[in-house]
């Protein structure tokens, strides 16, 4: 991996386009970007679900696209997610991902385990924040990611394409940082809609509109239903509204917009303006506010395990040279160090077997006071965890290992019940620590969780 590089990298129905920048002197700086043409779909068919072109697609990116340095951050079409604008109320970042997820289950019209769900803090106040809560079909994500993957560029991030237009226009200056405004960015058949207050977005919205004369009538009507589910306060109507694209004008267009939402409307060029994987990867090199994610969680499992397994493999390399630097200090030195070397071995040796019995009574004596002990029994265990347990959930199993741990399953009929009788768990003085890694919905609607306490003395 390079060091101080991030890539952007966006999946377009005919091409892929990706930015490398560098960081140099404080800034990301382009250093280098390209298109990659893809093959065209089957008749008929979508490229985005035409698994039969997916082969071809990979055979070819393996052969044309160069080797991008990680991390590599993916932006997939908005018009295949769900985006929604919501404000909560404060809360950690697991907080606000258990909300979202909640949210989401409302509104979606798939599972919720056949989606990746995500979010980014938008703005925050005394009253809480505004969140882009985001949910993009799992298989789709898997299916490019799989593909880039294979054909050598590993996905460390997944973003969407209209949050990266949402950077770009804003980096641009080309939004009021007073006043309302109704931005639509032209992007060939898609089309992305924003409504902006204040230079906050309280809309986000892809369209993949078909390229023809009815285009900006469908437009149109997007617009219109939009401006009417947030436009109840006549104030709230933006006074003109702004059609960013690049190329040739979209006359036709505004002209339609203008008649049908009663509003001035101008055209503003992007073509200055930088690509837009450049802010993708301006996304990615952001970490004072952490942009959405909807990488699986599995593939940050498996990077901490690589990077773990690598640190490990450095601090191995550093023991090893330290002791071959040891061992030469050692057989280089004078014959008296030799001799010396040879005694403690031998006392080592001599020692061995008393500090070996020695460390045997040490546990026999450890275990008989742990059995001897019933202050942290198996059944006053039982008894704290009964007195803690909240009503609403409902346990299904309990081991105790003593001396070491209590480990439990259950079920609850609302995350915040799990949350609350952690927070009893970790206020006790019973146990010595309680660990609940994670909470899972229910295909019953209830959610599952696993808790385990460590007993005093115990271990992890």
Known sequence: MAAGMVTGLVVRASAIEW??????????????????????????????????????????????LPRLPKPVRMALPASRALLRVLQLPHGTPEELHGMVRLQVEKFAPFPLDSLLVSHEVLATSPDGCLVLAAAAPAALVERWAGCLRNAGTPIQAVDLDVTAWWRLVKDAGLLPAEGRQAITVVDGAHSHL??????????????????????????????????????ADPDEVPPHATVFHRGDEPAALASRLEEALGLT???????????????????????ETPPLDLAPLAWRDASRRRAAKARIIAATVVLLSLWLAAIALIFG???????????????????????????????????????????????????????????????????????????????????????????????????????????????????????TAKLPGGTE
């Open 194 to 231: 924003m409504f902006v207050r204040q230079g906050i977005p309280l809309v986000l919205r892809s369209l993949e509109i078909a390229e023809t004369p009815d285009a900006a009538d469908e437009l149109a009507r997007e617009w219109s239903y939009t401006i009417a589910a947030i436009g």
């Open 333 to 451: 030195g004078a014959q008296f160090q030799q001799h010396r070397l040879m005694s403690m071995e031998d006392t080592l040796a001599a020692l061995k077997k008393p500090a070996d019995q020695v460390r045997a009574t040490q546990a026999r004596v450890l275990a008989l006071e742990q059995y001897l002990n019933r202050q942290y029994s198996a059944l006053e265990a039982l008894r704290e965890v009964s007195d803690l347990l909240p009503p609403g959930i409902d346990l299904r199993s309990f081991v105790y290992r003593k001396g070491k741990t209590v480990e439990m399953a259950g079920e609850a009929s609302a995350v915040t019940l799990v949350f609350d009788f952690k927070k009893e768990m970790d206020e006790s003085e019973f146990f010595r620590g309680v660990d609940l890694p994670r909470t899972q919905r229910t295909s019953g609607g209830r959610e599952s969780f696993r808790m």
């Open 265 to 287: 409307v101008e055209c503003r060029a992007l073509d200055p303006a930088p690509a837009l994987s450049e802010s993708v990867a301006r996304r990615q090199a952001d970490r």
């Open 19 to 64: 930015t490398v920048l560098r960081l140099e002197a404080g800034r990301w700086t382009p250093v280098k970007s390209g298109t990659y043409p893809l093959p065209a779909p089957s008749e008929g068919q979508d490229v985005f679900h035409d698994q039969a072109n997916l082969a071809l697609i990979e055979q070819a990116l393996h052969a044309g």
